[in-house]
Nanobody, 123 residues
Framework: QVQLVQSGGGLLQAGGSLRLSCAAS????????MGWHRQAPGKQREMVAT???????NYVDSVKGRFTISRDNTKRAVYLQMNSLQPEDTAVYYC?????????????????WGQGTQVTVSS
């Protein structure tokens, strides 16, 4: 099995910064894409940022220039540095990881989600 454990998040005022972390563990063989998604109350979950195994990044337009995604392959971790936070960034943030893991007959693909962490930005 693959587990993702998130840390970070909290309550802060507009203009502040937060760093989210997510570490993967379990019978992982390779990690390909890693990313962060968020879901605000009454809204659908949306992609915030993704990073490939080669380090290519992609961001939703609303966070470009404010958020930075990074990964540490040795720690099997992905991070989201969030600066200049605004009330509209308030949401539950989820990390997501896909790759391959040990299976009964060799390797098998996996796609896992973290438990979610609340980020609340007050005006």
């Amino acid at each position: 099995q693959v587990q993702l454990v998130q840390s970070g998040g909290g309550l802060l005022q507009a203009g502040g910064s937060l760093r989210l972390s997510c570490a993967a563990s379990g019978s992982i063989l390779t990690i390909n894409g890693m990313g962060w998604h968020r879901q605000a109350p009454g809204k659908q979950r949306e992609m915030v940022a993704t990073i490939t195994s080669g380090g290519n990044t992609n961001y939703v337009d609303s966070v470009k220039g404010r958020f930075t995604i990074s990964r540490d392959n040795t720690k099997r971790a992905v991070y989201l540095q969030m600066n200049s936070l605004q009330p509209e960034d308030t949401a539950v943030y989820y990390c997501a990881v896909d790759g391959t893991k040990r299976g009964t007959y060799g390797s098998t693909r996996f796609s896992s989600w973290g438990q979610g962490t609340q980020v609340t930005v007050s005006s």
